[in-house]
């Protein structure tokens, strides 16, 4: 499932703070990026298991548990997550250093991040949240890790309060980066590589604004962040343009305007 491939968004992100700063450690950050890569990977399998999301296509690969057994993916899960902590707990850095990535990731990818947040989507399925608990929820599982990855180069490259000030920038790039995955949700299993039409049940964006609210929110946080980003350190700024550039507005599609005109005509009406 790791070598299947994905985009690679959240080891690229704390590359590129690394790169902006200290590129002699790029090689050591590459063990902590790996890491952070796997965890987010057992995140993917653990989602699609047919106790939670129960999709059976992923990266362009059917699931483990449907090529092997649930027993499987459930393990491989485990193992990929608890690896993760060893990969960065052996990286090539100081031990503070390495403590303090420990404990963000620990603390963003666990109990009070990503897991909350799938905790969350889980248990209300079905159930209407208001906007402002389905932003905890997208924040939760999504945006954490996001952010955390942010951080973690900061970390290694020693830049605390810079650390602190992208943390909040992934938060809301996270919460960018799931909205358009709400919206790619409605798109075919065959662009995305992913079984797809899962979230109707869902609290998403979609499901609670529509299309065109889910669109319109998603220009609203690019048009910031892309504002927050030209504010930010120039060297950190030039590398993270390179990595969020094409995602900024990925939720603009060929041709999806004229759906979501139609659709908010069809939803006004
Ligand atoms: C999918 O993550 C799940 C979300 C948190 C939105 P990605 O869209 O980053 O999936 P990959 O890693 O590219 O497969
Ligand atoms: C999953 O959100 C977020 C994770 C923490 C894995 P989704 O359930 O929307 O992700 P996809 O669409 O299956 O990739
Ligand atoms: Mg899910
Ligand atoms: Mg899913
Ligand atoms: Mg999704």
Redesign the pocket.
């Known amino acids: 499932m790791v070598q299947a ?6 080891p690229q992100l704390l590359l590129a703070v690394v790169k902006a700063y200290q590129p002699l450690l790029l090689e050591g950050a590459k063990q902590v990026a790996y890491g952070v890569e796997l965890l ?2 057992y ?2 399998i653990h ?1 699609d298991l047919p106790a939670m999301d129960n999709a059976d296509l ?2 362009g690969h059917p699931t483990l548990h449907t090529t092997y057994n649930e027993a499987t993916a459930i393990l491989v899960g485990d193992g990929l997550n608890t690896h993760a902590f060893y990969l960065i707990a052996t990286a090539p850095f100081s031990s503070e250093i390495r403590v303090e990535l420990i404990k963000t990731l620990g603390e963003n990818g666990g109990l009070e991040g990503m897991v909350l947040g799938q905790a969350i989507d889980v248990e209300f399925e079905g159930k209407k949240l208001d906007l402002k608990q389905l932003k905890f929820l997208h924040t939760h ?2 945006g954490k890790l996001i952010a955390a990855s942010l951080k973690m180069g900061a970390i290694i490259v020693n830049r605390f309060q810079l650390g602190e000030e992208l943390y909040r920038f992934g938060l809301e790039l996270g919460l960018l ?2 909205i358009q ?1 709400d919206l790619l949700d409605l798109e075919e299993s065959k662009t995305t590589g ?1 079984t797809t039409g899962l979230d109707w049940n869902k609290n998403t964006f979609v499901t609670l604004l529509g299309v065109a609210g889910a669109y319109r929110e998603a220009e609203g946080l690019a048009d910031r962040l892309e504002e927050w980003l030209s504010r930010l350190d120039k060297p950190v700024q030039k590398e993270l343009k390179k990595v969020i550039g094409k995602y900024l507005r990925r939720h603009r599609r060929e041709g999806r305007d004229k759906k979501v005109n139609k659709r908010e005509q069809r939803e006004e009406g």
């Open positions: 491939g994905g985009k690679r968004f959240r987010h990977t995140s993917l989602d992923r990266r599982k999504t980066f799931q995955d992913k």
